[in-house]
């Protein structure tokens, strides 16, 4: 029996470099608006095509249907990383970042909504080249949410049935699934389209507000500006602040809303934990920097909650330089890099689900200190989780910290300071972005190795397929699927 299916692969490796190919294209109107060259995105365009034609020729006459479960976890594990590859190109060919390890860091970025960024002066680019930077996080976007919603479940990843929509969604692809992507699509372009309407009336152009409703609904990050909103008027940071609560909100809840079915939002537990964590933070964090600097009180509150909400979302935006918070904000953001948002959303992390089902596991240990015969039963939103789902989320949790740990060690050895190291890896594990130390959110990635870059490249990569989809490549079980 063979072991893959290199055809299907291809085949299906061939339909992302089409859609990558097209979306290069889309760029040509700005470019025209600003009198930019077009060559960048012909050029790139061109190369991905070519190579979508040589893959599409190559598997011309293989049988879709014949696709497994172990083609599939190659498939979007390489889908993700040519997205990055090829998405280097529109750099190169521009100049604006003419290093391929630089471009590899930019793309992946982009392309894993973590909105890190080697760029020192994003204000001296191109319109064009902007606008296909923040791009890249809307297609991210929208990548993830399917993956995470879609496809895992139907690959039977234990941990992943919980999150999906429909039961019938956790055996395959049945046609009902192209009614799910239809609405999540239509939520996420309706999100973009209502946050890009709601931006213009402030002070920001159209073009801006396009960029940071794409960074925005995509938890992504990247700005048209080097001081992120901290540039921009207090009316657009509450603006994007509310986008960034729905971006990070699981497109279960929408899809729910979208359906009528209103009483399995009300029993979401983890929406309401998600929003508990956001109030709770918010206000901490607003606590600190009103009664430890001198900032008025709005000002204070704004920038403790827009700030604990790009963390807690992994949107990365900021409108202050946390960096210079007093050490025990600074210390809350770090802890809040843990977070993440809900599950089925843009947003990275280890996810506000899965700290519930840590915690009423660890409720239960305690409960079985106190009465040795509980038979402990874990629920989320009023349905028993089985053991095989409750381990697998419980080891995601301590193979996510493990990652963590070999990352920070593995960037500490190649020179940089362990502040600088823990919260890069942290910050591109989630999906966040900036960190602490040299990688604030006023400073960039450029001063790290290039083997750094490499490192934290993939990181994001294996963080945005949320970790297991990569680590069961190497396994023994891949061969057993």
């Known amino acids: 029996m063979r072991l893959i299916n290199p055809a299907i692969i291809i085949r299906l490796l061939a339909t992302i470099l089409l859609i990558e190919a097209i979306f290069f294209l889309t760029c040509l109107p700005v470019a025209f608006f600003y009198k930019e060259s077009f060559s960048p995105f012909i050029l790139s365009s061109i190369i991905t095509g070519f190579f979508f034609l040589v893959f599409r020729f190559a598997s011309r006459s293989v049988d879709i249907n014949e696709i497994t479960g172990r083609d599939t976890f190659l498939i979007v594990t390489l889908a993700w990383l040519l997205l990055s590859v090829f998405g280097t190109l529109p750099y190169l060919f521009s100049n604006t970042i003419p290093s391929f390890i630089n471009a590899f860091f930019e793309s992946a970025s982009g392309y894993t909504t973590t909105g890190a960024s080697i760029l020192s002066d994003v204000e001296s680019l191109p319109y064009s080249i902007l606008f296909y930077r923040s791009l890249t ?122 359906k009528f079915n209103f009483r399995k939002v009300r029993h979401n537990e983890e929406l309401r934990l998600y929003l508990i964590v956001i109030l709770v933070a918010g206000v901490l964090a607003g606590t600190i920097l009103y009664f430890h600097t001198i900032k008025p009180l709005e000002l204070a509150f704004r920038e403790g909650f827009f700030n604990v909400v790009s963390i807690i979302t992994c949107t990365g935006f900021a409108n202050s330089d946390f960096v210079l918070w007093p050490s025990a904000g600074v210390t809350l953001i770090f802890l809040l890099m843990f977070s993440g948002g809900s599950t089925g959303s843009t947003s990275g992390g280890i996810k506000i689900a899965r700290h519930l089902i840590v915690l009423k596991n660890v409720k239960n240990s305690f409960t079985r200190l106190n009465h040795p015969n509980y038979i402990s039963v874990i629920k989320l939103n009023g349905k028993s989780i089985d053991e095989k789902t409750n381990t697998s989320i419980i080891s995601f949790v301590l193979l996510y910290i493990f990652v963590f740990m070999m990352g920070t060690i593995l960037l500490t050895f190649f020179g940089s300071d362990i502040i600088t190291s823990s919260s890069s890896v942290a910050a591109c594990l989630a999906g966040i972005g900036p960190g602490l130390g040299t990688v604030g959110p006023m400073s960039s990635y450029s001063g790290l190795p290039d083997i750094s870059k490499i490192i934290l490249g993939f990181i994001m990569i294996m963080g945005r397929l949320e970790i297991i989809a990569v680590i069961i490549l190497f396994s023994k079980s891949f061969r057993r699927l």
């Open 137 to 258: 996080h809307w297609i991210g976007g929208i990548g993830i949410i399917l993956l995470v919603i879609l496809i895992l479940p139907s690959l039977k990843v234990a941990g992943y049935q919980l999150f999906s929509l429909e039961s019938s969604m956790k055996e395959k692809f049945h046609p009902k699934a192209k009614g799910v992507v239809y609405r999540i699509l239509i939520i996420y372009l309706g999100l973009t389209i209502l946050q890009t309407g709601l931006l213009v009336p402030g002070d920001m152009n159209l073009f801006e507000s396009i960029c940071h409703a794409f960074g925005t609904v995509a938890t992504g990050g990247f700005s048209t500006k080097n001081t992120g909103m901290m540039h921009f008027a207090p009316y657009s940071q509450y603006i994007v602040m509310i986008f960034m609560v729905l971006a990070g909100t699981s497109q279960v809840v929408y899809y729910y809303l979208v």
